[in-house]
């Protein structure tokens, strides 16, 4: 069965100082994984996603995550946080098998920068 | 290009009546569709998904059904409500196959009372 860790419900961080969320999955298959940003009373956007290839993927709003394969990971960076980065942000993960189509997500990590 | 929408956007209902959450997505044909429950602004739960018409995959057992009419229309309800069936309710698509992006309406969100 898939499943999806983020061990820290909130992180605080400085604005301008480099921000890191994590998360960990466990997936029978390949996984394809995601990462979302939720604001107050709305739906989620999407940020990025691994599929394969390079372990470093690029998102959007400055965003990049770091696929790791022996330690099941895939945190969220930013090398500069901004204030308007506060949010709830979902790791996702879906099993690369045929046959299969559930998302499932993580139970949310709330970022607070602080100016 | 594809939009999702969802309806209504709030609902406040006693405990013990129906519900109907409703959602249609443009732009695209035979789509993946999913419905979530955010309970406290916290994690997301899988209720349903469908790959077709007619086709609806339950992941927890409760008081809520799904059913997709239409190949874009995907709807949530329930017979009667109960007070733990508040939260807010997210319909996502993607398309069929592939490493694909789920997209997600703005939500509706459940008050029951």
């Known amino acids: 069965a898939q499943s999806v860790a983020q061990p820290e419900d909130q992180v605080n961080v400085a604005e301008g100082n480099p921000l890191t969320v994590k998360c960990t999955y466990s997936v029978s298959g390949n996984p394809y994984l995601f990462w979302y940003v939720q604001y107050p009373n709305r739906g989620l956007q999407f940020l990025l996603k691994?599929?394969?290839?390079?372990?470093l993927v690029k998102g959007s709003y400055g965003f990049e995550a770091e696929f790791n394969k022996s330690q099941t990971s895939f945190h969220l960076k930013k090398p500069s946080a901004l204030v308007s980065d506060s949010a709830l942000y979902f790791c996702a993960v879906r099993d690369s098998g045929s046959g299969t189509y559930k998302y499932i997500f993580g139970t949310g990590t709330r970022l607070k920068v602080l100016a | 290009s594809q939009t999702i929408h969802q309806w209504p956007a709030t609902l406040v209902q006693p405990v013990g009546s129906p519900l109907s959450l409703e959602c249609t997505v443009e732009?695209?044909?035979?789509?993946?569709l999913y419905w979530y429950r955010q309970a406290a602004g916290r994690g997301l739960q899988l209720l349903f998904y469908s790959v077709g018409i007619g086709q609806i995959s339950s992941e927890v057992p409760q008081n809520l059904s799904a059913s997709r009419p239409q190949d874009r229309q995907f709807i949530l309800s329930s017979k009667k409500l109960l007070l733990s069936d508040s939260g807010f309710y997210l319909c996502?698509?993607?398309?069929?196959?592939?490493?694909?992006?789920?997209?997600f309406g703005a939500g509706s969100r459940l008050t029951v009372l």
């Open positions: 691994y599929i394969t290839g390079d372990n």
């Open positions: 996502a698509w993607s398309w069929a196959s592939g490493a694909n992006v789920l997209t």
């Open positions: 732009g695209t044909s035979n789509p993946n």
